[in-house]
T-cell receptor, first 110, second 114 residues
């Protein structure tokens, strides 16, 4: 499975959009991009995933570049409760193992 | 509320004890997973069950013994554990194994071995 690169930390003002980048330059054609987040003392929470097209759900939007080598998770109106570590993962549709890298620690500030 | 419930949330045990971790999912999923998360190795897949059959076992020591009596319940039986087994044990479920369907996690059991 392809590896991902994320900035170790980011700050965002409450109420503003949080844009979290992820680089996955070695992604292959059948690999999906998944985003999870983990708040201290809780299990990872699924946010969104996609293959080629941009995706949106009630939590976030996922923008995948045309060459699929990078993506951005967008939280449109960040709240204090969005403070967490965000993980970008790529996995093919036959794989079971989620592997979390270092992730991005997002701090939402008042 | 993720639909995946793990008990207990915290467990302290000696190396000679026997205990079990329990996971229950209310999502109607067919696949269930055990992961280990520790500071040294962020997330390690231990076992995968699909429709109550084990489909993946990632070289886990025999002191960890999984059991899946039905597609909603998953257990991890522990015996003669070592201090390095102290970690957060996470259960997850997905609609099917080996698919693009996302895995949904419980909040884990924080295990400490004395």
């Amino acid at each position: 499975d392809a590896k991902t690169t994320q900035p170790p930390s980011m700050d965002c003002a409450e109420g503003r959009a949080a844009n979290l980048p992820c680089n996955h330059s070695t992604i292959s054609g059948n690999e999906y991009v998944y985003w999870y987040r983990q708040i201290h003392s809780q299990g990872p929470q699924y946010i969104i995933h996609g293959l080629k097209n941009n995706e949106t759900n009630e939590m976030a939007s996922l923008i995948i570049t045309e060459d699929r080598k990078s993506s951005t998770l967008i939280l449109p109106h960040a709240t204090l409760r969005d403070t967490a570590v965000y993980y970008c993962i790529v996995l093919n549709n036959a794989g079971n193992m989620l592997t979390f890298g270092g992730g991005t620690r997002l701090m939402v500030k008042p | 509320e993720t639909g995946v419930t793990q008990t207990p949330r915290h467990l302290v045990m000696g190396m000679t004890n026997k205990k079990s971790l329990k996971c229950e999912q209310h999502l109607g999923h067919n696949a269930m997973y055990w992961y280990k998360q520790s500071a040294k190795k962020p997330l390690e897949l231990m076992f995968v069950y699909s429709l109550e059959e084990r489909v993946e076992n990632n070289s886990v020591p025999s002191r960890f013994s999984p059991e899946c009596p039905n597609s909603s319940h998953l257990f991890l039986h522990l015996h003669t554990l070592q201090p390095e087994d102290s970690a957060l044990y996470l259960c997850a479920s997905s609609l099917e194994s080996g698919s693009n369907q996302p895995q949904h996690f419980g909040d884990g059991t924080r295990l400490s071995i004395l």
